[in-house]
T-cell receptor, first 115, second 114 residues
Framework: AQKITQTQPGMFVQEKEAVTLDCTYD???????LFWYKQPSSGEMIFLIY??????QNATEGRYSLNFQKARKSANLVISASQLGDSAMYFC????????????FGKGNQVVVIP | KAGVTQTPRYLIKTRGQQVTLSCSPI?????VSWYQQTPGQGLQFLFE???????NKGNFPGRFSGRQFSNSRSEMNVSTLELGDSALYLC?????????????FGSGTRLTVV
């Protein structure tokens, strides 16, 4: 069964607008971590934001915020004030448990920011 | 500080050959994980090494193997290459297991099997 689901088709976003990328996950482990990564065309995976399953508040990192809805098993990424450099693939990932570094990734969302 | 270094960046190999990819983690990081990325299957976990020990292994055949050295550098080896092994191979390093601040990835090695 798929652990991470990202179903949105490719998106075109106007520069300076906000964009929300959807991510739903599936786990029975009470302890897990959720990550968002950005992958530009160069191929490198760039860490954006982390949310732990026990975190009480939604994570924020600069222009990135995570809308964490635990009961719905949803961890959507919000990018505010989009910039041209935000054009990339965005991946949601999950680590189940605490004693490992094994990430399960979604299929990704393609975002293109247009001027 | 230097990031995660993967070498080589590009490789072209023939079916049946074997290949070794290298990953040097960030200084001080002891955990190295490997991932395979293909258009069809997406990003899939291969294995994780911590302090020279394999901690986790993904669902890949035994042709895929790895190791980690005392300086935390890691290598992965693929024997008897198949066309389907063509992929971007990414490694990620972290200070320890169960990292909460994210994993730092290298730029990857793009392997093409012909």
């Amino acid at each position: 069964a798929q652990k991470i689901t990202q179903t949105q088709p490719g998106m075109f976003v106007q520069e300076k607008e906000a964009v929300t990328l959807d991510c739903t996950y599936d786990t029975s482990d009470p302890s897990y971590g959720l990550f968002w990564y950005k992958q530009p065309s160069s191929g490198e995976m760039i860490f954006l934001i982390y949310q732990g399953s026990y975190d009480q508040q939604n994570a924020t990192e600069g222009r990135y915020s995570l809308n964490f809805q635990k009961a719905r098993k949803s961890a959507n990424l919000v990018i505010s004030a989009s910039q041209l450099g935000d054009s990339a693939m965005y991946f949601c990932a999950m680590r189940e448990g605490d004693g490992n570094n094994r990430l399960a990734f979604g299929k990704g969302n393609q975002v293109v920011v247009i001027p | 500080k230097a990031g995660v270094t993967q070498t080589p960046r590009y490789l072209i190999k023939t079916r049946g050959q074997q290949v070794t990819l290298s990953c040097s983690p960030i200084s001080g990081h002891r955990s190295v994980s490997w991932y395979q990325q293909t258009p069809g299957q997406g990003l899939q976990f291969l294995f994780e090494y911590f302090s020279e020990t394999q901690r986790n292994k993904g669902n890949f055949p035994g042709r895929f193997s790895g190791r980690q050295f005392s300086n935390s550098r890691s290598e992965m080896n693929v024997s008897t290459l198949e066309l389907g092994d063509s992929a971007l191979y990414l490694c990620a390093s972290s200070l320890r297991t169960g990292s909460t601040y994210g994993y730092t990835f290298g730029s990857g090695t793009r392997l093409t099997v012909v």
